[in-house]
């Protein structure tokens, strides 16, 4: 699919968006909130850096843009200009994520990895039992 803005709107777009508390981030820290999960978003000592962390249990979320973490969805292809850069650009974040949730795990932490595309409204049920049943498993 053609992209419907030129490349120096695309380039202006691209360089704005945010990497943290990012309103995908919020919403699912609300929901955590909600549940009744006081959560952290740092914790000395890991080599990475979770979006949302609940250090009493050893928990750690990430929320992975589909695009920015190349997720197998309508929303994670590569686009159709400078497709050598973002491929590029994908695989080393792939390759970061992948040391990082290693590391997670060495270091005795569960991560759960939620999805741009699971972020809607409409599935808010569904994310609040994952996230229950993420929180609710024993070490």
């Given at each position: 699919?053609?992209?419907?803005?030129?490349?120096?709107?695309?380039?202006?777009?691209?360089?704005?968006?945010?990497?943290?508390?990012?309103?995908?981030?919020?919403?699912i820290?609300?929901?955590?909130?909600?549940?009744?999960?006081?959560?952290?978003?740092?914790?000395?000592?890991?080599?990475?850096?979770?979006?949302?962390?609940?250090?009493?249990?050893?928990?750690?979320f990430?929320?992975?843009?589909?695009?920015?973490?190349?997720?197998d969805?309508?929303?994670?292809?590569?686009?159709?200009?400078?497709?050598?850069?973002?491929?590029?650009?994908?695989?080393?974040?792939?390759?970061?994520?992948?040391?990082?949730y290693?590391?997670?795990?060495?270091?005795?932490?569960?991560?759960?990895?939620?999805?741009?595309?699971?972020?809607k409204?409409?599935?808010?049920?569904?994310?609040?039992?994952?996230?229950?049943?993420?929180?609710?498993?024993?070490?």
């Amino acid at each position: 699919m053609p992209d419907i803005f030129d490349s120096q709107k695309r380039s202006l777009i691209m360089r704005t968006v945010k990497n943290k508390n990012t309103a995908p981030e919020v919403y699912i820290q609300s929901l955590i909130s909600g549940l009744g999960y006081v959560y952290e978003f740092s914790y000395a000592g890991l080599d990475c850096k979770p979006d949302i962390l609940i250090s009493t249990k050893k928990k750690a979320f990430f929320i992975n843009g589909c695009f920015w973490h190349g997720h197998d969805c309508k929303r994670g292809h590569l686009p159709s200009t400078n497709t050598s850069f973002w491929a590029a650009k994908i695989a080393k974040n792939q390759g970061r994520d992948s040391k990082n949730y290693e590391n997670l795990r060495e270091a005795g932490w569960d991560y759960l990895i939620i999805w741009g595309c699971e972020i809607k409204k409409k599935n808010s049920d569904n994310l609040k039992a994952k996230i229950l049943d993420f929180i609710g498993l024993e070490d």
